[in-house]
Nanobody, 123 residues
């Protein structure tokens, strides 16, 4: 599967952005989809994940502010980000996991990655 992220940009603290990730292929619904982010000089970290049956999990740092969703008919996964903070500044990546086991939360376990969308939150 090929992934293409979009929707990044510059926003003031307290604002909102919506990231989208379009996937190619006919088996999108069979993938667990995740969002990760990487700030300058830091390791890539988990943000949110949505399973094949649309169960969702979010990192504590974004819980209550970020919402992940998917539309299998359109082969897209989205990340709605509200109440953004300067510490949310990072490059955001969508990723796909073809594993049929438990939901996974570390980047190394995801097989496919989009190119990244830059999000900058000014104070």
């Amino acid at each position: 599967v090929q992934l293409q992220a979009s929707g990044g940009g510059l926003v003031q603290a307290g604002g909102s952005l919506r990231l989208s990730c379009a996937a190619s292929g006919r088996t999108f619904s069979s993938y667990t989809m995740g969002w990760f982010r990487q700030a300058p000089g830091q390791e890539r970290e988990f943000v949110a994940v949505i399973s094949r049956n649309s169960g969702t999990y979010a990192a504590d740092s974004v819980k209550g502010r970020f919402t992940i969703s998917r539309d299998n008919a359109k082969n897209t996964v989205s990340l709605q980000m509200n109440s953004l903070k300067p510490e949310d500044t990072a490059v955001y990546f969508c990723a796909a996991d073809q594993n049929y086991g438990s939901i996974r939360f570390t980047p190394k376990e995801y097989e496919y990655w989009g190119q990244g969308a830059e999000v900058t939150v000014s104070s």
